[in-house]
């Protein structure tokens, strides 16, 4: 698991403390160019926030996957084994996954149903979950497409104490993008590039400005 860690006392007027992990599979871990890239959507996560929420000291840990998945796959033991130190208390997990699953063809209540445990793992530690929904796959048909909105529907309407969304789908499509653009954001059917990356980093930060802003007590007090 990677760390990026900012320390902003000397731009800012507060004291409060903010601990992330960012958890998920290949689109965590920043996979592009066929692998011979890493560019987690962190880094400019932490870039925004130091810059919009001017916290004094913050850290962002990643564990993103290749390829895993939440049924059957080590979503589930990874994520309590990054739960399980109790030196460290997360105030938020942003959570991407899905998208594996579908691409073995399961279905879109068994994999919100596989989900749901795993945020319930952090969420019972006391800590906050942002769920993303899972972006388009360029080779999608119709009925992949389907399984997919309909995922991206159950993820959208769950509802939770301490649970939030974020519509990545939306944030960046694929299929509606202009060519040109596409070319610039996407690194294939199913990766960004770094320019995508960083795309989906902003469109992170909004939702948890948005989000934070709205009460004091989201911010979290952990000690980092």
Same mark, same amino acid.
């Given at each position: 698991?990677d760390?990026?860690?900012?320390?902003?006392?000397?731009?800012?007027p507060?004291?409060i403390?903010?601990r992330?992990?960012?958890?998920?599979?290949?689109i965590?871990?920043?996979w592009?160019?066929?692998g011979t890239?890493l560019?987690p959507y962190s880094?400019?996560?932490? &870039?925004r926030l130091?810059?919009e929420?001017?916290?004094?000291?913050?850290?962002?840990d990643?564990?993103?996957?290749s390829g895993d998945?939440?049924?059957n796959?080590?979503y589930?033991n990874?994520?309590?084994?990054d739960?399980?130190?109790e030196?460290?208390?997360?105030?938020w997990v %942003?959570?991407?996954?899905g998208?594996?699953?579908?691409?073995w063809?399961r279905?879109?209540?068994?994999i919100?149903?596989?989900?749901r445990?795993?945020w319930?793992?952090?969420?019972?530690?006391?800590a906050?979950?942002? &769920?993303?929904?899972?972006t388009?796959?360029?080779?999608?048909?119709a009925?992949q497409n389907?399984?997919r909105?309909?995922?991206?529907a159950?993820?959208s309407?769950?509802?939770?104490d301490g649970?939030?969304t974020?519509d990545?789908a939306?944030? %960046?499509p694929?299929?509606s993008?202009?060519v040109?653009?596409r070319k610039? %954001?996407?690194? @294939?059917?199913?990766?960004?590039?770094k320019?995508?990356?960083e795309l989906?980093?902003?469109?992170? &930060? @909004?939702?948890?400005v948005?989000?934070?802003?709205?009460?004091?007590?989201?911010w979290?007090?952990?000690?980092?």
């Amino acid at each position: 698991m990677d760390t990026a860690t900012s320390s902003l006392a000397s731009i800012t007027p507060t004291n409060i403390n903010l601990r992330l992990l960012c958890f998920g599979a290949s689109i965590t871990a920043g996979w592009s160019a066929n692998g011979t890239h890493l560019y987690p959507y962190s880094i400019r996560l932490s &870039a925004r926030l130091a810059d919009e929420l001017q916290t004094s000291h913050f850290s962002i840990d990643v564990d993103g996957s290749s390829g895993d998945t939440a049924i059957n796959g080590q979503y589930l033991n990874r994520m309590r084994q990054d739960m399980k130190d109790e030196k460290i208390h997360y105030d938020w997990v %942003i959570v991407q996954g899905g998208g594996n699953d579908l691409g073995w063809d399961r279905t879109p209540e068994d994999i919100f149903a596989a989900l749901r445990v795993v945020w319930d793992i952090p969420l019972k530690a006391g800590a906050k979950v942002l &769920a993303l929904t899972v972006t388009e796959h360029g080779n999608d048909n119709a009925q992949q497409n389907e399984k997919r909105e309909i995922l991206n529907a159950l993820v959208s309407s769950y509802h939770a104490d301490g649970f939030y969304t974020a519509d990545l789908a939306t944030a %960046i499509p694929y299929k509606s993008m202009p060519v040109e653009k596409r070319k610039k %954001i996407w690194s @294939d059917d199913t990766h960004f590039t770094k320019e995508g990356y960083e795309l989906m980093g902003d469109a992170i &930060a @909004d939702r948890l400005v948005e989000i934070i802003g709205k009460s004091e007590s989201l911010w979290g007090k952990a000690e980092l």
